[in-house]
T-cell receptor, first 116, second 114 residues
Framework: DAGVIQSPRHEVTEMGQEVTLRCKPI?????LFWYRQTMMRGLELLIY????????DSGMPEDRFSAKMPNASFSTLKIQPSEPRDSAVYFC??????????????FGPGTRLLVL | AQSVAQPEDQVNVAEGNPLTVKCTYS??????LFWYVQYPNRGLQFLLK??????LVKGSYGFEAEFNKSQTSFHLKKPSALVSDSALYFC????????????FGAGTRLAVHP
């Protein structure tokens, strides 16, 4: 099994530019999660999809952030326009159903974003 | 509201000695508890979880954790530490009955010295 795949692994961009992060969940998994990791705030859940539908986006910082899941094997997290404070490591995770607690979430390797 | 506390930013232990990484939680209802490990520049790797049943849970790489309901704790343990265990460890909780929304602790850095 390939695990959760994220691209790019590293992204350096300038303030004001659009950034798109990509995620391919584990095949057969119906839930997908986007997290952000920073030194100051630790690991934060940004958004959760179940069966391609956004269920909880309460963690999305502001309107500059948007996420989509057009099909079961692909999701994007977009930041437009990007700001230096968006610099962080962004993780994608998937789990088999996600409908009930207790399921293991499997994390991708992350995208390290630096906004100059 | 759910929360997780990892009271130690860093734990130092000598190779071969037992190690403990502490975690306490707060949740309404029955908890589901997880431990993950993060190596430098890597994603989080699942170690073990408590759902129900035996309070002592065994996981990957010789790690185990003990669920203590009265103390609301879920400490991670290993009888004999290895230098390769040096990493960042995260405790996480979610409440039974809700969706699988994990709340993570701040993390504890484990340093195992030769």
């Amino acid at each position: 099994d390939a695990g959760v795949i994220q691209s790019p692994r590293h992204e350096v961009t300038e303030m004001g530019q659009e950034v798109t992060l990509r995620c391919k969940p584990i095949s057969g998994h119906n839930s997908l999660f986007w997290y952000r990791q920073t030194m100051m705030r630790g690991l934060e859940l940004l958004i959760y999809f179940n069966n391609n539908v956004p269920i909880d986006d309460s963690g999305m910082p502001e309107d500059r952030f948007s996420a989509k899941m057009p099909n079961a094997s692909f999701s994007t997290l977009k930041i437009q326009p990007s700001e230096p404070r968006d610099s962080a490591v962004y993780f994608c995770a998937s789990s088999q159903t996600g409908g009930l607690g207790g399921e293991t979430q499997y994390f991708g390797p992350g995208t390290r974003l630096l906004v100059l | 509201a759910q929360s997780v506390a990892q009271p130690e930013d860093q734990v130092n232990v000598a190779e071969g000695n037992p190690l403990t990484v502490k975690c306490t939680y707060s949740v309404s209802g029955n908890p589901y508890l997880f431990w993950y490990v993060q190596y430098p520049n890597r994603g989080l790797q699942f170690l073990l979880k408590y759902i129900t049943g035996d309070n002592l849970v065994k996981g990957s790489y010789g790690f185990e954790a003990e669920f203590n309901k009265s103390q609301t704790s879920f400490h991670l343990k290993k009888p004999s530490a290895l230098v390769s265990d040096s990493a960042l460890y995260f405790c996480a909780v979610t409440a039974a009955g809700g969706y699988n929304k994990l709340i993570f602790g701040a993390g504890t850095r484990l340093a195992v010295h030769p």
